[in-house]
């Protein structure tokens, strides 16, 4: 193992604090040494099995406790919701850590007030289950349900009933919590309040695409009739794009198409130093199906619904879509294990990444957790929890092959020349038949200028040697690549950069690829990006594009 148990318990020693970290045979398990760990207390089924069932009930019981809660009550539903507003992190490599402690202490909560003391979060695996899981429309396990409407009917009424409460918590923070705010942009109360009702003072306008809040009519936009995904996020969720993000060796690379997580920053609050970038998976399917489920395209431009922004967690789904994220850092992790391959970061790094202060989490009896570490939550045995069966859990590539047939073009990526906003470049013959052949899948590294925090698109479809009138495609589409996908708008507060870099597996179906292969020469392609969706008026500005083997 390239990160030894020494380096891993001095580190996790010196992040956490001896009384508040597990270091028994379990954190010798996570790194794959030491005696085997006893089976885990609690177990996180599917939700479309009879057991995933039973637990969505306790967890319906759950969160009707939570409503009922008084707000002054830090597990109050809303209230556990703005710890997320105000903590959390996405685009960089804290993304996996800082949920796992969040949803693990929300199971916590729920298996208190629920009365079940078996309670454990089930996982919503929307590759297998491409639909919002039975039982998810029905009574408060939607936030449309009228459960809600007292607290979310309006905006005015979500204010009143709140917004007091909170400006109260927040002035109450101590130093360091105010301080990590303050990266956030949010330096003041108001300043935060501005990204729950849209309002940005600096330029004088509401945006109403951009707010937090949700009322409760529009809080989810699938419904009992309409369960599916849209074919965008089918994609998103796919075996290949999944695989593909599964099959990366290093916790943490440059390239995107080599590494696991998004990229390394000064800080869980902060955008990477480098520009914003996301992981596969951290893009398709975390972006993308969070912003499907608050209905962006189907409802440009906003407001949206909770799932598209910070306030997410208001939703129910929210906590089984990210189980299931985690579900996959834990298959990654087995994969990596499996193969004698360091499941964290190394070196220097290791302690900047397990070192990180989380400051804001709740426990089970509704009191702060107090300073916490990255490090803590590497873990999943900090919540004593494992995972039932799901997909991918057998998944590999052969990954030798991949390596004998590769050679040292392996290593190297084939950039692109920019011309008006077009792209392109020309991939090697061998390049094309290993991606065909499943041998080594390519991936192209796409950065784009974001729009402005006055403009409303998320979404962006990357087309592939399509006509140069067409700026809109459909499900079958051979010109259709992916869709990159922002989550949350964009946070003036935050310094946000507007340069960012998406990794997208290319599809089989590409017709570039098939002709090339046909012919047994390189494929020439000239990639674009536009709009997806009815704002495809709005033009992208294109920075750079590369095409290289994934892993």
């Given at each position: 193992?390239?990160?030894?148990?020494?380096?891993?318990?001095?580190?996790?020693?010196?992040?956490?604090?001896?009384?508040?970290?597990?270091?028994?045979?379990?954190?010798?398990?996570?790194?794959?040494?030491?005696?085997a760990a006893a089976p885990a207390r609690y177990r996180r089924y599917d939700v479309a099995s009879a057991e995933g069932q039973k637990m969505l009930a306790s967890y319906a019981r759950g969160i009707q406790a939570m409503l009922e809660l008084p707000v002054e009550d830090p597990r109050n539903w809303f209230r556990y919701a703005f710890v997320h507003f105000f903590d959390c992190p996405h685009g960089n490599w804290w993304f996996y850590v800082w949920h796992r402690g969040y949803i693990g202490y929300f199971e916590q909560i729920v298996r208190e007030l629920s009365g079940d003391p078996d309670f454990a979060l089930p996982y919503w695996d929307w590759t297998r289950h491409p639909r919002l899981p039975a039982g998810m429309f029905e009574g408060v396990l939607s936030p449309t349900d009228r459960a809600y409407a007292p607290f979310t009917g309006n905006l005015k009424r979500f204010t009143d009933f709140i917004q007091p409460t909170m400006r109260r918590y927040f002035e109450s923070l101590d130093g360091e919590q105010r301080a990590?705010?303050?990266?956030?942009?949010?330096?003041?109360?108001?300043?935060?309040?501005?990204?729950?009702?849209?309002?940005?003072?600096?330029?004088?306008?509401?945006?109403?695409?951009?707010?937090?809040?949700?009322?409760?009519?529009?809080?989810?936009?699938?419904s009992a009739d309409n369960p599916g995904l849209d074919w965008r996020s089918r994609f998103a969720v796919s075996p290949l794009v999944v695989g593909v993000g599964l099959l990366p060796t290093k916790f943490q690379a440059d390239s995107m198409a080599e590494s696991f997580t998004s990229p390394i920053a000064p800080s869980h609050l902060v955008q990477p130093a480098s520009g914003q970038k996301f992981s596969i998976l951290e893009n398709y399917p975390h972006n993308k199906?969070?912003?499907?489920?608050?209905?962006?395209?189907?409802?440009?431009?906003?407001?949206?619904?909770?799932?598209?922004?910070?306030?997410?967690?208001?939703?129910?789904?929210?906590?089984?879509?990210?189980?299931?994220?985690?579900?996959?850092?834990?298959?990654?992790?087995?994969?990596?294990?499996?193969?004698?391959?360091?499941?964290?970061?190394?070196?220097?790094?290791?302690?900047?990444?397990?070192?990180?202060?989380?400051?804001?989490?709740?426990?089970?009896?509704?009191?702060?957790?107090?300073?916490?570490?990255?490090?803590?939550?590497?873990?999943?045995?900090?919540?004593?929890?494992?995972?039932?069966?799901?997909?991918?859990?057998?998944?590999?590539?052969?990954?030798?092959?991949?390596?004998?047939?590769?050679?040292?073009?392996?290593?190297?990526?084939?950039?692109?020349?920019?011309?008006?906003?077009?792209?392109?470049?020309?991939?090697?013959?061998?390049?094309?038949?290993?991606?065909?052949?499943?041998?080594?899948?390519?991936?192209?590294?796409?950065?784009?200028?974001?729009?402005?925090?006055l403009a409303l698109t998320r979404e962006f479809d990357v087309l592939v040697?399509?006509?140069?009138?067409?700026?809109?495609?459909?499900?079958?589409?051979?010109?259709?690549?992916g869709t990159l996908a922002y989550f949350g708008p964009t946070m003036p507060g935050m310094k946000m950069s507007h340069n960012?870099?998406?990794?997208?597996?290319?599809?089989?179906?590409?017709?570039?690829?098939?002709?090339?292969?046909?012919?047994?020469?390189?494929?020439?392609?000239?990639?674009r990006v536009v709009p997806a969706g009815p704002l495809a008026a709005e033009p992208v500005r294109v920075n750079a594009v590369s095409v290289r083997p994934a892993g």
């Open positions: 193992m390239h990160y030894t148990r020494r380096e891993f318990l001095t580190t996790a020693a010196s992040a956490a604090g001896a009384a508040m970290l597990p270091l028994g045979p379990a954190l010798a398990a996570a790194t794959g040494s030491g005696p990590q705010l303050k990266l956030r942009g949010y330096a003041t109360f108001d300043d935060a309040w501005c990204d729950v009702n849209g309002y940005y003072a600096a330029k004088q306008t509401g945006l109403t695409g951009n707010q937090a809040f949700a009322v409760t009519c529009a809080a989810r936009y699938p199906v969070h912003n499907y489920l608050g209905g962006v395209h189907a409802i440009d431009p906003g407001p949206y619904g909770n799932m598209t922004n910070f306030l997410s967690p208001v939703d129910p789904i929210f906590f089984l879509h990210h189980a299931n994220m985690d579900r996959l850092w834990e298959v990654w992790t087995r994969r990596q294990r499996a193969h004698d391959r360091p499941i964290l970061p190394e070196g220097k790094e290791a302690a900047q990444f397990m070192d990180e202060p989380f400051r804001f989490y709740i426990d089970a009896a509704g009191k702060p957790v107090g300073p916490s570490t990255a490090g803590q939550y590497v873990d999943p045995r900090r919540f004593d929890y494992d995972y039932g069966p799901g997909g991918y859990e057998g998944f590999s590539f052969d990954l030798g092959r991949n390596q004998r047939r590769l050679g040292a073009s392996a290593d190297a990526a084939v950039q692109a020349r920019l011309s008006a906003g077009v792209a392109t470049l020309a991939v090697p013959a061998a390049l094309v038949e290993n991606h065909l052949d499943d041998a080594a899948p390519l991936v192209a590294e796409i950065t784009i200028e974001r729009p402005d925090e040697n399509a006509p140069a009138d067409m700026t809109e495609v459909g499900p079958d589409s051979p010109y259709y690549a960012t870099t998406f990794a997208v597996p290319l599809p089989k179906t590409l017709r570039a690829l098939t002709q090339a292969a046909s012919a047994n020469s390189a494929a020439q392609l000239n990639i």
